[in-house]
Nanobody, 120 residues
């Protein structure tokens, strides 16, 4: 079982920046992908960005350039630097991680979420 602990959310004015961090608890298995999703009331959770253990990054449309994902494999930590924030970025941001277990099944984990609020 992997636990994900997020930090860094909060209230910021439009145009400001926030940096989210997510620490995964120690695991016997190598974490495959780590990333960030976000969700607003009444909408589905959507990908913001993720990064594979190899370093390959994926960004949702419109995120790259304002948001930058990074990862420290040695510390099982993933970061999301968010710049030029807009009111429409307001959401609960969830950390995500997956790994292949002893049966080679891909197991998914989610953090509890951290609120990001961007005021206009």
């Amino acid at each position: 079982q992997v636990q994900l602990v997020e930090s860094g959310g909060g209230l910021v004015q439009a145009g400001g920046s926030l940096r989210l961090s997510c620490l995964a608890s120690a695991t016997t298995f190598t974490i495959n992908t780590m990333g960030w999703y976000r969700q607003t009331p009444g909408k589905q959770r959507e990908l913001v960005a993720d990064v594979h253990q190899s370093g390959g990054e994926t960004y949702a449309y419109g995120m790259k350039g304002r948001f930058t994902i990074s990862r420290d494999n040695a510390k099982n930590t993933v970061f999301l630097q968010m710049n030029s924030l807009r009111p429409e970025d307001t959401a609960v941001y969830y950390c995500y991680a997956d790994l292949f277990d002893e049966h080679n099944y891909l197991v998914h984990y989610w953090g509890q979420g951290t609120q990001v609020t961007v005021s206009s």
